[in-house]
């Protein structure tokens, strides 16, 4: 498999400000890990065309698609899996120009919601006023498939879907080839932490699918203390005394009986600051999972739009630092995403 991330941020897509390219240009340090949102490019050994997300970064992908059999009088196939329908990860749909070129032959993976088909979210970000074009006009896409978790789709490889943990649900994803596994875990928050647990049941079903994988590639919007809302001594103190003394006013369920749903609710309105219930995770927890699941590699991505490259920077130091002081250097490689990184597996 080859790998290609065409956009590793979340929320809104990051504009470089010139004060950062500056900073760039007198440290000569790398590449800035650019600012689109998710869109990851995976080719199969056949040559097999797999996207996983829709976010800005598509748009690029879909122009170098153009000049690799996508364009007019050609067929291009490929499988697009979309792991939820938040904007950030569909954003760049209306601007992906294989989607126009009648002869491609493109199918459409996502998990089905109550009210409305993956086609009908995806047509109405198309529709008066928010776009001048409807999304009839794109018939490159032939094919809308749903896709829930446990459900295993066989191609040029396998793609394995779990359930994420994410507000209006989400999908992680497993893709594997001549028993090579990497994993797509981004818009998910650990709930080990919450539930007083070193991992809970969404952590090990996650742990479980990425048993022996590659890599993972994790959310890591939030610092470990941004998540928290900042002090982890209030943050023990809060928990410790909402499991002896909280009861839920409405049913007299205890805290320490709530699942992660329930407590996240209750711990948003003790710690206003935290980011408690977003979805999102960091590094840390990604290297707990990472390191249970055996896993070779921790690819982070879905980088808070807020943040500076430095800020980035800093916050990989930080997760060669905790495999340091655990004693894990070797163990686990990790890696930051950014726009344009390739990677072979």
């Known amino acids: 498999m080859k790998l290609k991330f065409y956009g590793v941020f979340g929320s809104v897509p990051r504009p470089i400000a010139m004060d950062e390219v500056r ?11 650019g600012g689109n949102t998710t869109c990851l490019e995976v080719i199969a050994g056949d040559g097999k065309e797999f996207i996983f997300d829709a976010g800005t970064g598509i748009v690029k992908l879909g122009l170098q698609l153009m000049g690799r059999g996508f364009a ?17 990860h569909i954003q760049g749909m209306p601007f992906f120009v294989p989607a126009y070129i009648p002869t491609n032959e493109i199918a459409v993976y996502s998990e089905p919601k109550v009210s409305k088909t993956a086609k009908e979210i995806l047509s109405g970000q198309m ?13 490159g896409l032939v094919e809308f498939h749903e896709i829930g978790p446990g459900q295993i789709i066989r191609d040029s490889m396998e793609v394995e879907a779990i359930r994420s943990n994410h507000p209006d649900s989400s999908l992680i994803y497993a893709a594997c080839e001549a028993g090579k596994k990497i994993v797509f875990a981004t818009d998910y928050e650990h709930d080990g932490q919450i539930l007083g647990k070193r991992f809970g049941p969404r952590d090990n079903a996650l742990i479980e699918l990425a048993k022996g994988a590659e890599m993972i590639i994790y959310d890591c919007q939030f610092t470990p ?7 982890m001594q209030r943050f023990g103190k809060v928990m ?31 710690l206003p600051m935290s980011k408690i219930g977003w979805g999102h995770s960091n590094a840390k927890h990604g290297i707990d999972i990472a390191l249970a699941a055996g896993a070779k590699a921790l690819v982070l991505t879905h980088h808070n739009p807020l943040n500076t490259d430095k800020k980035i920077d800093e916050i990989v130091e930080q997760a060669e630092q905790e495999l340091q002081r655990r004693g894990m250097v070797g163990s686990l490689r990790i890696v930051p995403a950014y726009d344009g990184l390739e990677m072979q597996v």
Do not use: C, W
């Open 240 to 270: 410790e005394s909402l499991q002896t003394l909280y009861h839920d006013p409405a049913t007299g369920k205890p805290f320490s009986e709530m699942s992660f749903d329930e407590r996240k609710v209750v711990l948003a309105k003790e």
């Open 23 to 33: 900073e760039e240009m007198l440290s000569r340090s790398p590449a800035t890990y």
């Open 72 to 88: 007019p009088g050609k067929n291009g196939k490929a499988a697009l899996f979309l792991t939820h329908q938040h904007y950030d």
């Open 225 to 231: 203390l941004e998540y928290i809302g900042g002090d």
């Open 127 to 139: 529709a008066v006023p928010y776009f001048p074009v409807k999304m009839d006009i794109q018939r």
